[in-house]
Nanobody
Framework: QVQLVESGGGSVQAGGSLRLSCTAS????????MGWFRQAPGKEREFVAA????????????YYADSVMGRFTIFRENAKNTVYLQMNGLEPEDTAIYHC?????????????????WGQGTQVTVNS
């Protein structure tokens, strides 16, 4: 059974930083996309960032939502089956529950419907 467990959420002042972690168990995702989505109260779930690594090509790529480009960084430690989201320059508009997701197919996607596994989420609150 695949499980994704997030950690690292919390409450910070605007301009502050947080690092979210998501560790997968039950399956290795080293060559498959992992990403982050978020859902604010009263809003639909939206894409934040995703990354894919290819062991064969020793390279990978990432996607970011325009709203977080330049402020957030997604990276992974395949040896730990873990993906991180480093969030800098946080704004009140970043307040949401952040969910980790993993995909069973190897192409990168920004669509939540393409992801097969989800974590329970971790709350991020940014105070003005």
């Amino acid at each position: 059974q695949v499980q994704l467990v997030e950690s690292g959420g919390g409450s910070v002042q605007a301009g502050g930083s947080l690092r979210l972690s998501c560790t997968a168990s039950g399956r290795t995702f080293s060559d498959y996309p992992m990403g982050w989505f978020r859902q604010a109260p009263g809003k639909e779930r939206e894409f934040v960032a995703a990354t894919r690594w290819s062991t064969r090509w020793s390279g990978g790529n990432t996607y970011y939502a325009d709203s977080v480009m330049g402020r957030f960084t997604i990276f992974r430690e395949n040896a730990k089956n873990t993906v991180y989201l480093q969030m800098n320059g946080l704004e009140p508009e970043d307040t949401a529950i952040y969910h980790c997701a993993a995909r069973g197919a190897d192409s990168l996607s920004m669509s939540s419907g393409d992801y097969d596994y989800w974590g329970q989420g971790t709350q991020v609150t940014v105070n003005s």
